[in-house]
């Protein structure tokens, strides 16, 4: 598999749930993390923790995603990088009142797509560049890419329009830029998580948002998935050198008709 040890790596999203958890494994497997998020304080704390960097870093800004690339690139040769920047849209406040129509207002569209979807492919794109600058590995790999999407890209729930689209977008690329990318030994491979208990629901365990979210749960007894059981698929995926263009479902089954 791919050896990461004396690398750099970048996770976007990275001071929080999923991307946090990326993070502290791969700096477990000896990569040194460039943390880049919108969020300075929970950014900072867990760079010193794991011995990494902070990058302040809005995905939809494509000279901070540059700036974010280069730091890493400098502390060492970039051959991981973690796209989980992203943002849900509060489906509790959407219903049969009316505020359908929030859901679906232009602005809230065009805003979870620049993140999510188009934020992702910005990363992807300019990772990839300094990813085919490095030195090919025994496997000829040189780097390796792990979006994450969401179960909602093969789902239907209610004022989830931008993020289900966004999150579909985010399936859609994958085999194809695998397949460009493939030819500079650069693996691009996305997980698609179902109900993991990270910030993004914005609400605790009591709420009715999150309980309905367990209620879901077809796992006995119900659970919510851990940031840790999404990251170690995230780390099996940058590193075993013959994954390459799969979308991963990691979702307790919710799936299940
Ligand atoms: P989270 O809210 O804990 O972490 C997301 C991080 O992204 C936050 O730290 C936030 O500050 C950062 N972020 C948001 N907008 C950003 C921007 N414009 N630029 C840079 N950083 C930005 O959420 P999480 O649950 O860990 O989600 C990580 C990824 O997994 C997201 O893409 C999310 O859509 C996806 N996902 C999560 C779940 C879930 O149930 N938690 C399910 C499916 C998919």
Known sequence: GMELSGSSALVTGGAS?????????????GCTVVVADLQ?????????????????????????????????AEIAPLRAVVNSAGIGWAQRTIGRDGQLESAHSLEAFTKVIAINL?????????????????????????GAIVNLASVAAFDGQIGQASYSASKGGVVGMTLPVARDLSAAGIRLNTVAPGLID??????????????????????????????DELASMVLECLTNSYMNGEVVRLDGGIRMP
């Open 17 to 29: 749930g999923i991307g946090a958890a990326a993070a502290r494994q791969l700096a477990a497997r």
């Open 198 to 227: 990270t910030p993004i629901y914005g609400e605790g365990p009591e709420s009715e948002a999150f309980k309905a979210k367990l209620g879901e749960s077809v796992l006995f007894p119900k659970r919510l998935g851990v940031p």
């Open 118 to 142: 188009i934020g992702t492919f910005d990363v992807v794109r300019q990772a990839a560049t300094v990813m085919s600058g490095n030195e090919p590995d025994a496997d000829g790999c040189r």
């Open 40 to 72: 300075a304080d929970r950014g900072e704390a867990l760079a010193e923790e794991i011995k990494g960097v902070f990058a302040q870093v809005d995905v939809t800004s494509t000279e901070q995603i540059t700036g974010a690339v280069r730091a890493a």
